[in-house]
């Protein structure tokens, strides 16, 4: 099995950076080829083939190459991980929120404040 950090290490690293993010936007319409995702971005074709690297090298897009076209693709898998994550947090802190305001009804019901 795959050390889940590891992998969620690699995925947040590549999405730490605004122009990654950009990317995966875009191919979460759908496969792109290099040169349409770098259409829209202010940088070079080279530039925007280093940052699809990185996120090849994490596990979120793959892409496949016919020709002189490079085609790039989400990965699914890589941003359930993510995903995974993000909503066990959420659940923990829920909880924690749900506790503290039961305290704080609790604490308001036996000490009033006096006016």
Do not use: Y
């Amino acid at each position: 099995m795959v050390n889940n950090a590891a992998v969620l290490d690699r995925a947040f690293h590549a999405l730490a950076d605004p122009t990654r993010r950009s990317i995966v936007d875009r191919l979460s319409r759908g496969p792109a080829s290099v040169k349409e995702l770098a259409e829209p971005l202010p940088m070079s074709l080279a530039a925007v083939v280093q940052h699809v690297q990185a996120l090849e090298g994490s596990g979120l897009v793959s892409s496949e190459k016919v020709g002189r076209v490079r085609t790039c693709r989400l990965e699914p898998s890589a941003l359930a991980a993510v995903e995974r994550w993000a909503a066990d947090c959420r659940t923990t802190w829920q909880a924690r929120l749900d506790r503290l305001g039961d305290h704080l009804a609790e604490s308001a019901k036996t000490n009033p404040k006096k006016k």
